[in-house]
């Protein structure tokens, strides 16, 4: 009988552990530490430096990693002193087991502090879902893709494909790409390789800080691109880069950006707007001016987010009352009923939203 019972639960448990993820994981991970039955998990097998203070990483991932497509982002999350920090960054396909990561270090940024200098060989990362809609089209449709600083790292994916799947023969493409320095451009040897292998590829690296003329985004910039209204335009960089761009480029047939740092278009302005939060019947003073996440978060209140750029939509929520300006791009909503990404706009007069 006690034979019979003890049959029984060493059998219990091994269905236990089977239906238990967290004891699976557990155990698999002894084996091999990204082996898991739910979690998109990585390793890193090379590390190296692919310009100033940026690091690219060589990531084997597990069965479970999600690979999307190219020029989408991925939620990254890094564990460092015990505490999870989720950032957004670009991946590149290498291969079927392999991706490259590659991040530029912020300064007293957690997770890019630790990408480029803290992490090691075998170290593993954790990766959410990806997201994101500049994509390739089918279609042989000119393509211009503007990256200012560690925006380069989705359009070098882009272009990685389109080399890849060989596309670039068939379509035009003009990469423009502006950094401070020489030594701030990264995949700098490849993307000149390319430019001399394929007749379709265009591609001009401007020196902000190291060319005598003013290099920066400016109309002699769009003047150049033929036949703007039949092409597709990528941007990214940080927001007063890619609101210009969308300026410029309003002409062109599809316009695409994201923006991977908040500069606020407008930051002058003064006072506080009350934000009544719906769901969890709660009125809180925030800053005008600010990303209305920010200032909620200021308030102890904790809002589900992702990326913090407007382009996950982990954020989004139901504005029910008020004005808001997008911060990105300046631009004000004042009808009621819209969603709303909280991360990139801030409240203009008293908000009620669905939180
Ligand atoms: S957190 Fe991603 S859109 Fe706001």
Redesign the pocket.
């Known amino acids: 009988m006690h034979a019979v019972m003890q049959r029984k639960s060493v059998f219990g448990s091994i269905v236990e552990s089977v239906f238990d993820a967290q004891a699976a994981n557990f155990w698999l991970k002894k084996i091999n530490p990204i082996w898991s039955v739910n979690e998109s998990l990585g390793r890193i097998v090379e590390k190296s430096e692919t310009a100033s203070e940026t690091v690219s990483l060589k990531i084997q991932i597990n069965k479970k990693f999600n690979m999307g497509q190219a020029g989408q982002h991925h939620p990254v999350i890094v564990t460092r002193n015990g505490r999870r920090y989720e950032r957004?960054y670009s991946l590149t396909q290498l291969d079927d087991a392999h991706v490259l990561l590659t991040a530029k270090k912020v300064h007293k940024g957690m997770a890019s502090t630790w990408l480029c200098e803290l992490s090691k060989i075998g170290d593993v990362i954790e990766f959410g879902l990806p997201?994101g809609d500049m994509l390739i089209d089918k279609n042989h449709a000119p393509l211009v893709l503007l990256a200012a600083g560690s925006g380069i790292t989705p359009m070098y994916s882009l272009l990685k494909t389109l080399v890849k799947t060989k596309q670039i023969e068939n379509k035009p493409v003009q990469l423009m790409y502006w950094v401070k320095k020489h030594s701030d451009a990264a995949f700098k040897t490849e993307l000149e390789q390319w430019a001399i292998q394929y007749p379709n590829f265009k591609l001009h690296i401007f020196y902000t800080q190291e060319q005598e003329m003013d290099a920066r985004l400016n109309p002699e910039h769009v003047q150049c691109i033929e036949n703007l209204n039949t092409t597709t335009v990528y941007s990214c960089g940080p927001s007063g880069f890619v609101a210009v761009a969308e300026q410029m480029f309003a002409q062109a047939k599809v316009f695409k950006s994201e923006a991977f740092s908040l500069t606020p278009v407008i930051n002058n302005e003064t006072g506080f707007i009350t934000v009544t939060l719906s769901k969890l019947n709660q009125s809180v003073s925030i800053p005008k001016g600010q990303s209305i996440?920010l200032g909620l978060e200021q308030q102890n209140i904790k809002p589900?987010?992702?990326?913090?750029?407007?382009?996950?939509?982990?954020?989004?929520c139901v504005k029910a009352q008020g004005s808001t300006k997008n911060l990105v791009n300046g631009a004000e909503h004042t009808e009621p009923g819209g969603l709303l990404?909280?991360?990139?706009n801030s409240a203009q007069t008293d908000l009620v939203i669905d939180l």
């Open positions: 957004t997201y996440l589900t987010h992702g990326c913090r750029m407007g382009v996950c939509n982990k954020c989004a990404k909280i991360c990139v």
